[in-house]
């Protein structure tokens, strides 16, 4: 079984511009969540999307918005990037039941520049 | 909300040393309680959780971690480490009874010279 895809590895931007990442989950899971990932903050909880439907969401900007479609793929966006938007971007999915664990990609490294 | 605090950000050992790592939480309903791993360009892996029962659990390559409910505390431990285990490690929490996101600490770095 595949395991959770994340495209591109790296990106290099530049303030002001937005971003669009993207996220393949593990077949035959439906929900999937985006975190962020930095050394000083650990991973925080961006969202997370199931059934096409936003279910939980952390406390970031709406710069940083996200959708998911039909087939479960799920894509993230950030706006008028800044320079502390430069991170790890991490997406996982899980079936979407209580207490199952999350399987993660291995990110998105983004700089902004 | 609830949050978790990892309290050693970051971890020397020597092989064959102790590991107790030290994850706080502030909750007071029910929590589902895991462990993640990071091994050097790997994925982030479920170590071991904890949902109810007997509050000792054990997971892959010989950690466990002890559930201490009056302490809001699920410490991970090992009692002899090996050079294979230097990894970022995640305590995080959910709330029991929906389909809640866990919250993740902000890791412990974990460095075992051989």
């Known amino acids: 079984k595949a395991g959770v895809t994340q495209t591109p590895r790296y990106l290099i931007k530049t303030r002001g511009q937005q971003v669009t990442l993207s996220c393949s989950p593990i077949s035959g899971h439906r929900s999937v969540s985006w975190y962020q990932q930095t050394p000083g903050q650990g991973l925080q909880f961006l969202f997370e999307y199931f059934s096409e439907t936003q279910r939980n969401k952390g406390n970031f900007p709406g710069r940083f918005s996200g959708r998911q479609f039909s087939n479960s793929r799920s894509e993230m966006n950030v706006s008028t990037l800044e320079l502390g938007d430069s991170a790890l971007y991490l997406c996982?999915?899980?079936?979407?039941?209580?207490?199952?664990?999350?399987?993660f990609g291995s990110g998105t490294q983004l700089s902004v520049l | 909300a609830q949050s978790v605090s990892q309290h050693n950000h970051h971890v020397i050992l020597s092989e064959a040393a102790s590991l107790e790592l030290g994850c706080n939480y502030s909750?007071?309903?029910?929590?589902?309680l895991f462990w993640y791993v990071q091994y050097p360009g790997q994925h982030l892996q479920l170590l071991l959780k904890?949902?109810?029962?007997?509050?000792l659990v054990k997971g892959i390559k010989g950690f466990e971690a002890e559930f201490i409910k009056s302490k809001f505390s699920f410490n991970l431990r090992k009692p002899s480490v090996q050079w294979s285990d230097t990894a970022e490690y995640f305590c995080?929490?959910?709330?029991?009874?929906?389909?809640?996101?866990?919250?993740f600490g902000r890791g412990t770095s974990l460095i075992v010279h051989p």
């Open positions: 909750y007071g309903g029910t929590v589902n």
């Open positions: 995080a929490v959910s709330r029991s009874g929906g389909s809640y996101i866990p919250t």
């Open positions: 904890y949902f109810s029962g007997d509050p």
């Open positions: 996982a999915s899980r079936r979407g039941g209580e207490n199952e664990k999350l399987f």
